[in-house]
């Protein structure tokens, strides 16, 4: 198993930026690939980025594209979402997530059987 804790969330205006960590800890890190999700209020949670366990992929979700970058550092155990260009419309409980070990990526919740707690962003306008 994997033990995975997010930091980094809080408020800030729209138009500005943010950069959330996540920290892992258990099993060898490069063996997962690695997700982060978030979930607004009375919304499901939504895909927002994955990196394939080398770091050598990423893939961002649509709503997010061009504004958000997904990176992760296998030496360290962390893996990082910096966000740019915020807007209302991404408030929400931000999670770090990992794979099921083997699988390199993937953009579904249910690829994911390990999540952290989450950490709050909210985007004022």
Request: glycine share 12%.
């Amino acid at each position: 198993q994997v033990q995975l804790v997010e930091s980094g969330g809080g408020l800030v205006q729209a138009g500005g930026s943010l950069r959330l960590s996540c920290a892992a800890s258990g099993r060898t890190f490069r063996s997962y690939g690695m997700g982060w999700f978030r979930q607004a209020p009375e919304k499901e949670r939504e895909f927002v980025a994955a990196i394939s366990s080398s770091g050598g992929s990423i893939y961002g979700g649509d709503s997010v594209k061009g504004r958000f970058t997904i990176s992760r550092d296998n030496a360290k155990w962390e893996v990082y979402l910096q966000m740019s260009s915020l807007k209302p419309e991404d408030t929400a409980v931000y999670y770090c997530a990992a794979t099921r070990p083997g699988l390199s990526y993937s953009s579904s919740r249910e690829d994911y059987p390990y999540w952290g707690q989450g950490t709050q962003v909210t985007v004022s306008s």
